[in-house]
């Protein structure tokens, strides 16, 4: 760990009137790490995810996003963010989309589109720039959103249960699409989602919370299928894709097929479990 | 009004929709039911020998359409011009205010009831004031008639456009760390577009009507309105129905260029 962690938080509280949403929380996010925040609906999982990208403001305690305030990251775009909704913009084409965020900042033509086509390419949809969002399936319409979140190239993305709506088999080929585009953009990831799967082969580590009041239970360690570059208090050499942080292995779908049938995938999917649980007592 | 015909080709996407609704096999049963109600028309007025003054048949009309033919088309043409100048005029305004008023919360509270107000006037009220003030020898009256007619629907259907906004939108609109200038842009401006077209389509026929209205009191005798009160003043029924048949045709031929239009600039659209 060399660089300012990706996203710091101390003591956050967060009230919403009387319904007290999150009490306490203290995360540390490293520098192109893949962390997820999983627990039951009103824990505060997206709330949490909302604070760290200036949506929402935290009623107490500090947060810091590549060292800046939040209000400051967002507006020097230091992160990307993908919502459970595609929320394309139906009237402009695919790669239009893909643009909008350097479209908004004033980048040029030219540059917009060539980036697009990168990001296209990226998410492997390069055929489809032309298309209409509407033309697309809902898990082509997230991986836009997607390419789009990635389009200023930023040191964060921020992802609130992008995958929700997806069916089943869709839901795990973008996973695996997902773990290789952090991989080779090395961005650091906040991922929200209520699936422990998901959140086991996504991560480096899986932050277990549970509700009324909103607290972290539990970090596990994840499948560390990322960069797996160990970052803030997380130990273990759990890891099952790689070892050594640099070096850019391709990581195939069939990599991340194996890993869902590992030892690993299956006492970390248990150790949520019960973090899960024992937040529910 | 979408929903795929039996001949609609698999996996066709949606942009195909509006196209399947202009097959003969979906236009003919209503051709067919528009020529029989005019057989029996003809059959009631021939046998039940009726008055040409209650209702002229359907051929003395045809006769007429065609005898009149050189006056229907330019009388059309002047009718056709001032529902088109007052509906750009009123579609323009009506959008204008609507964006002002989405913009601005002060104006939007001090314009929108005057806006709604207006759409409580009888243009029947306003079309002799309006050739009082501007002379009966100028076409102005007529396309103010029309234009204020426009305004409201269009004015209606563009606020409510412009304040929906899809919440996913807006936050990321907010994550963008967009001007409020850039979320009317990218987001409101162009989000708003179905509803503005809807608004011209239900505002365009209207236009036409105020138009002819507009014309029966007095001003230029020049149009389809004027003729059809001149020529059933002269006793000159099957005359005046083919003027009436003219009007008809210029309401339908707006109300086909405004669904065009809607159908041309949301193509590609879900919503």
């Not at chain 1, 627990?39 to 995810?49: D, F, N, R, V």
């Not at chain 1, 869709?170 to 699936?195: D, K, N, P, W, Y």
């Not at chain 2, 004027?226 to 003027?243: H, V």
Request: charged share 20%.
């Amino acid at each position: 760990m060399t660089e300012a962690g990706a996203v710091e938080l101390t003591g956050v509280h967060k009230r919403f009137g009387d319904v007290h949403a999150l009490d306490g929380i203290d995360l540390e996010v490293g520098g192109g790490e893949f962390v997820s925040l999983i627990g039951p609906s009103g824990c505060g999982k997206s709330t949490l995810l909302r604070i760290v990208a200036d949506l929402e403001q935290p009623t107490d305690g500090e947060v810091l996003v590549g060292g800046k305030p939040p209000r400051r990251a967002r507006l020097d775009q230091d992160y990307g963010i993908a919502f459970q909704q595609a929320g394309l913009l139906e009237w402009r084409t695919v790669a239009e989309n893909v643009e909008l965020p350097l479209h908004v900042h004033g980048i040029g033509r030219a540059e917009r589109r060539a980036r697009a086509t990168e990001l296209l390419e990226l998410v492997g949809l390069a055929e489809f720039a032309g298309s209409r969002p509407s033309e697309l399936s809902g898990g082509m319409q997230q991986r836009v959103a997607i390419a789009r979140a990635l389009a200023p190239s930023p040191k964060l993305l921020l992802m609130d249960e992008p995958f929700g709506a997806l069916d089943e088999m869709t839901r795990e080929r973008m996973q695996a699409e997902l773990l290789r585009i952090a991989r080779e953009t090395g961005a650091g990831v906040l991922f929200v989602t209520h699936s422990i799967p998901e959140a086991v082969v996504l991560s480096d580590r899986v932050v277990v919370m549970s509700p009324r009041p909103g607290r972290i239970t539990e970090i596990v360690d994840g499948c560390r299928l990322g960069r797996g570059m160990a970052a803030g208090g997380a130990g273990g050499a759990g890891g099952v894709g790689k070892d050594s942080a640099g070096e850019a292995a391709e990581l195939g779908p069939a990599d991340v097929e194996d890993v869902r049938e590992s030892g690993t995938f299956f006492a970390a999917i248990t150790a949520v479990r019960e973090a899960l649980r024992k937040g529910h007592e | 009004m979408t929903r795929p015909g039996p001949a609609a080709v698999p996996g066709a996407v949606s942009v195909e929709a509006p196209r399947r609704a202009w097959r003969v096999t979906r236009v003919w049963p209503a051709v067919a039911f528009g020529i029989a109600v005019l057989l029996l028309w003809e059959l009631v007025v021939v046998i039940g020998r009726v008055p040409a003054f209650l209702l002229p048949a359907p051929s003395a009309i045809a006769g007429q359409i065609g005898a009149q033919f050189d006056v229907i088309v330019p009388t059309a043409a002047v009718t056709g011009g001032n529902a088109l100048a007052g509906l750009a005029a009123g579609f323009v305004l009506g959008m204008v205010l609507a964006v002002l008023a989405a913009s601005s919360r002060v104006f939007g509270e001090l314009v929108t009831p005057v806006v709604l107000a207006a759409s409580a006037v009888p243009i029947v009220a306003l079309a002799p004031v309006f050739t009082t003030m501007f002379g009966s020898t100028t076409e102005i009256p007529r396309r103010l008639v029309v234009a204020v007619v426009v305004t409201v629907p269009v004015f209606v259907a563009t606020a409510r456009g412009l304040r929906q906004v899809q919440p996913v939108h807006a936050e990321l609109m907010t994550a963008l760390a967009a001007t409020p200038w850039q979320r009317a842009r990218f987001v409101r401006l162009p989000g708003a577009v179905p509803h503005v077209m809807t608004g011209l389509r239900l505002a365009a026929p209207a236009a036409v009507i105020a138009a002819i209205v507009a014309e029966y009191f007095g001003g230029l005798q020049n149009g389809l309105g004027s003729r059809i009160s001149a020529a059933a003043a002269n006793t000159a029924y099957a005359r005046a129905w083919a003027f009436v048949a003219a009007s008809i045709a210029l309401g339908l031929l707006f109300h086909l260029a405004g669904l065009l239009v809607e159908r041309l600039v949301t193509r590609g659209r879900t919503a």
